[in-house]
């Protein structure tokens, strides 16, 4: 007997975007142990660590998490823009943003808010 599986079609009904004001309070928790866990990947990389694989399978699980659709290989950034009127707070894939200097810190802007007032530094 002979069992033919079809293709799968791509339905994804995933956002590419989220508020953070949005989330529920065990999203918001989520969110803040990613942050947690990714600024300890950094460190540890910093100090020599190969963690490349753990970051992006942090950041996928978190994606999935909060139902953002999330390229291969991407990580979830916040919105930092603070020229912004609505006090932006998307959590969004790093690869949707711009980046912009404050002070010797790159920061992200997610691409809504680089379109309406692009940052570009101090």
């Not at 079609?9 to 975007?17: E, K, R, Y």
């Not at 969110?31 to 190969?50: I, P, R």
């Not at 969004?92 to 691409?111: I, M, V």
Request: proline share 5%.
């Amino acid at each position: 007997m002979t069992l033919t599986l079809e293709r799968p079609v791509h339905t994804s009904t995933a956002t590419t975007a989220i508020s953070y004001r949005g989330l529920t309070p065990q999203q918001q928790n989520g969110w803040h142990s990613l942050e947690t866990a990714t600024y300890d990947l950094e460190q540890a990389a910093k100090a020599g660590a190969n963690v490349i694989a753990e970051l992006l399978l942090a950041h996928a699980t978190a994606a999935l998490f909060l139902g953002v659709d999330l390229p291969a290989g991407d990580t979830l950034v916040e919105c930092s823009c603070e020229g912004c009127p609505e006090d932006c707070d998307r959590i969004t894939a790093f690869s949707e943003c711009a980046e912009y200097l404050d002070g010797d810190t790159q920061r992200p802007q997610c691409g809504p808010c680089a379109k309406d007032h692009r940052r570009y530094g101090d």
